[in-house]
């Protein structure tokens, strides 16, 4: 494959479909080849979805860092897009340690592959893990005290946010150079990065956890995600 085809992405100026675009009601649909991505037989279409948008969103950071079976990886966040990453992480071999400010979910987050689950509202117990990470993912888009993860990043780690969170990030400068560490974000990823997760979700069997709504209870089916009782991933079936 080309280079300029492997990393194609969005354009910086592309509408926002979602947002913009006239509706995402339809029956059918063309795209552009390069653009369609094939589904594994052992993929079904309700995990398609997820993996397809919240899959891709966790698995690039995994590409980009090169993560492999013998790193460390920390996850803020056990939501649509953190309980992906753990599964993922999982897959691959990883120690996965879960950040989460719920500690009812601890069950279900071990279950899902967590190696270990931190209640990220806990000072003590973040502090207490200085120095241990290669990467930490954060999938949250709400301000929280950074210096912690900052501080638990191992020499040569990585905090990468897939999260929007609206505040600006308090870099530590020292706290990055005197360990050789970094910050990054990404947003989603290129139709080569998608076909290497649909290939490698397809071989391990991961798949998201979700909810199945008929498209005309669409009105509940929002207001269950608005009241945060989605676990983890609302899909939508047509029924019309």
């Known amino acids: 494959m080309p280079v300029s085809a ?12 979602t947002i913009l675009n006239k509706g995402g009601f339809a029956d059918k649909l063309r795209a552009d080849w390069q653009w369609v991505i094939p589904l594994p037989d ?11 948008c919240g899959g891709i969103t966790v698995f690039k950071p995994l590409l980009m860092h090169h993560i492999t079976a013998t790193s460390r990886v920390g996850v803020i966040g056990i939501g649509g897009l953190g309980h992906i990453a753990i599964k993922l992480l999982h897959a691959m071999g990883c120690e996965v340690t879960a950040f989460s400010s719920n500690p009812a979910k601890e069950k279900e987050v071990l279950a899902m592959g967590a ?3 931190v209640n990220s509202r806990d000072p003590e117990a973040l502090n207490a893990l200085a120095g241990q990470f290669d990467l930490i993912i954060n999938t949250v888009n ?46 989603t990823g290129t139709p ?22 008929p498209m ?3 009105n509940e089916a929002i207001q269950h995600v608005r009241d945060g009782k989605a676990r983890y991933r609302v899909v939508l079936k047509a029924d019309f």
């Open 6 to 17: 492997a990393i194609r992405s969005t354009a910086s100026r592309a509408p926002f479909p």
């Open 42 to 52: 052992s993929i079904d279409i309700e995990s398609a979805g997820p993996l397809l």
């Open 115 to 117: 190696d270990k689950v």
């Open 142 to 187: 709400v301000d929280l005290d950074w210096q912690p993860y900052f501080e638990a990043l191992a020499y040569g780690g990585n905090f990468h946010t897939v999260g929007a969170v609206m505040k600006p990030l308090p870099v530590p400068a020292f706290t990055l150079i005197g360990g050789d560490r970094s910050v990054s974000g990404s947003a």
């Open 192 to 213: 080569f990065e998608l076909r290497k997760l649909m290939k490698f979700a397809g071989r391990t069997k991961v798949a998201p956890t979700t909810e199945l709504y």
């Open 216 to 218: 005309s209870k669409i």
